[in-house]
């Protein structure tokens, strides 16, 4: 039996990537599936074939459609919820998958970038968050928000402190929402991807060199696929993990394991 069968699930950030893959996997596992997107239309629809694709082998009825919106923007977001809400009459699942970075010293980041950042992942993530809150509260029968966070919500990450800002805060997001609804049958979770084959790692995926390196500090000793990563929202967003709340799930190979201590340097032995 598919683990989402007839469940409405809207992803934002859906287009490519881990996103992309959730979108897949969740079609598979019988969701109708709403994928949002900033920009790239031709994309989204590509995604959505697949997505139609997937489904069609599951059950002839579902549903998927494509949704522009830009996360950070609080009219945005309102304006696609109710989209989705009107195909799909309700709304059972959010991933909040939507994220950016943008790599510079911490004393040349300029504000608009930090606010780009802050604004896609964080702020987004709260946005699509209390919508979703709100119409399960509305509707009744508590409901399902996963977000896609990293590894840098504990591991710091230099040159990149908006986007490690972003992440701790959908940690501490996650947790207290969790605690707030959990008598309303609301359950909130995140997913701390590692190093993943993704466009958005190309700099290094493309590169043997730079992706030797990166694999070199991972202890399962390689990068993690998309398709790996949706395995875990699966998990997360469906009623096998019914007991689950404010939990970030790490899916990094050990990366949060502190991989430079698989030496005993700092004992002296």
Not at 178 to 192: F, H, K, P, Q
């Given at each position: 039996m598919p683990k989402l069968l007839h469940k409405n699930v809207l992803i934002t950030g859906a287009s490519s990537g881990i996103g992309e893959a959730i979108a897949i996997r969740f079609a598979q596992e019988g969701a109708n599936v709403a994928i949002n997107y900033y920009s790239g239309a031709d994309r989204a629809e590509a995604v959505r074939a697949k997505v139609h694709a997937a489904a069609s082998t599951v059950s002839k009825s579902a549903k998927d459609l494509t949704v522009k919106a830009d996360v950070a923007d609080e009219e945005q977001v309102k304006q696609m919820f109710a989209k989705v809400l009107k195909e799909f009459g309700s709304i059972d699942i959010l991933i909040n998958n939507s994220g950016i970075q943008k790599p510079a010293a911490s004393d040349e980041v300029e504000m608009a970038d930090f606010d780009r950042v802050i604004g896609?992942?964080?702020?987004?993530?709260?946005?699509?968050?209390?919508?979703?809150?709100?119409?399960?509260?509305k509707r009744g029968g508590g409901g399902v928000i996963v977000s896609n966070s990293s590894v840098?919500?504990?591991?710091?990450?230099?040159?990149?402190?908006?986007?490690?800002?972003?992440?701790?805060?959908?940690?501490?997001?996650?947790?207290?929402l969790?605690?707030?609804?959990?008598?309303?049958?609301?359950?909130?979770?995140?997913?701390?991807p590692?190093?993943?084959?993704?466009?958005?790692?190309?700099?290094?995926?493309?590169?043997p060199k730079a992706r030797a390196e990166v694999e070199s500090h991972i202890p399962m000793g390689r990068a993690g696929t998309a398709e790996e990563i949706a395995g875990v929202f699966a998990f997360l967003a469906s009623d096998e993990s019914s007991y689950i709340t404010g939990q970030t799930l790490f899916a990094c190979g050990g990366l949060t394991l502190y991989p430079e201590f698989r030496v005993a340097w700092s004992s002296g032995e």
């Open positions: 896609t992942n964080l702020r987004g993530a709260f946005l699509c968050a209390r919508e979703a809150i709100r119409h399960f509260l840098h919500e504990i591991i710091p990450k230099p040159k990149y402190v908006p986007y490690s800002i972003s992440k701790g805060g959908l940690e501490n997001l996650t947790k207290s969790a605690l707030e609804y959990a008598d309303r049958g609301i359950r909130v979770n995140a997913v701390g590692g190093a993943i084959v993704t466009p958005i790692n190309n700099a290094w995926i493309d590169n």
